[in-house]
């Protein structure tokens, strides 16, 4: 059985996506696909495998982590499963963890190392989905806003701006955590909308459900949701602006350097990734062809010549 980890990331219409999985949860059981989503991964089978404070070592956690999640592999080998998708976004971290230490998931290679290691060695192909930095930072702090967090200052959001950790860095710590997986990257501008074709690209699934394809959950809240949240918790409205629609945080010059960002990550992927991912461009292709001409592409290999950027170590923010 080929077990396939989907990461998310969060905000990039991973909750539509795990909604079309459990919608069309039989007719993929059918042809040999099985799920895992939060509703089983964050009740009790992974417990261990990231150790928490308690009476039992870390060690002692991990292995009887191992152990469940070995008992329940071979049930779904029973059950007649060829391939598993195992799909939860906070096995990389999380959002709060993100925005705390204004990085990209800084400790996703200790964690997906334990992953691997829980997993018995046997995870064959990983996705990742990566969105445009201005958007993804953006869609993260109006969530978090509206759960109660406090609207960040310009400092904050400047800093953000600021970090040199890109998806690059987030691919390379991936790709060290598990070496021997193949590692997809599915840009969200282009497989948000096309959960089928996200499913087609994991599982090589011919005609993939067309069944609550298009059903779009988890929208991040708008400026007057955002408002009315904190105002009925008794904070200061004022510090979001006025108009409606989605709300953008930062600042003209803070946005065009998140979407330099992103631009030369996409170059990097588009160049090959040195060797370390395979870039999902277009839905309907199986892989990314040759290095297409894109305005940002220069600047990209300007920048790679020069060692601007470097491969990420774990955890590195």
Not at 42 to 66: D, E, F, I
Not at 96 to 119: K, N, T
């Amino acid at each position: 059985m080929e077990i396939i980890l989907h990461l998310g990331a969060h905000r990039s219409a991973l909750t539509s996506f795990q909604h079309y999985l459990h919608k069309n949860g039989a007719r993929l059981a059918a042809s040999g696909i099985g799920v895992w989503g939060p509703p089983l991964t964050r009740t009790g089978l992974m417990q261990g495998v990231l150790p928490r404070p308690g009476l039992k070592s870390a060690a002692q956690q991990a292995s009887r982590a191992r152990g469940r999640i070995a008992l329940a592999l071979a049930q779904a080998e029973e059950a007649g499963m060829r391939q598993l998708i195992v799909t939860d976004p906070n096995m990389i971290g999380t959002p709060r963890g993100a925005l705390s230490s204004r990085a990209l998931y800084p400790a996703i290679g200790q964690q997906m190392a334990r992953f691997g290691a829980a997993f018995g060695g046997r995870v064959v192909r990983v996705a990742l989905s990566v969105r445009a930095q201005d958007a993804w930072w953006a869609s993260c702090i109006a969530f978090a806003v509206a759960r109660g967090a406090c609207v960040p200052s310009a400092r904050h959001l400047a800093q953000i701006a600021a970090t040199t950790r890109s998806w690059r860095d987030v691919i390379a710590d991936l790709s060290c955590a598990l070496p021997e997986a193949e590692l997809l990257i599915m840009p969200h501008e282009a497989f948000a909308a096309r959960p089928e074709a996200r499913l087609s690209a994991l599982t090589a699934l011919q005609g993939a459900p067309m069944t609550h394809a298009r059903e779009w959950l988890n929208r991040g809240p708008d400026l007057s949701a955002l408002r009315r949240a904190v105002f009925e918790r008794g904070g200061d409205v004022g510090a979001l602006p006025q108009g409606h629609g989605a709300w953008m945080p930062f600042s003209r010059d803070d946005c065009a350097t998140l979407r330099e960002a992103y631009l030369d990550d996409l170059f990097w992927l588009r160049a090959g990734a040195g060797g370390l991912a395979t870039l999902m461009e277009e839905p309907g292709r199986d892989r990314a062809g040759p290095t297409p001409p894109v305005p940002a592409g220069k600047k990209g290999r300007d920048h790679d010549q020069e060692g601007a950027r470097r491969l990420a170590q774990a955890g590195r923010s």
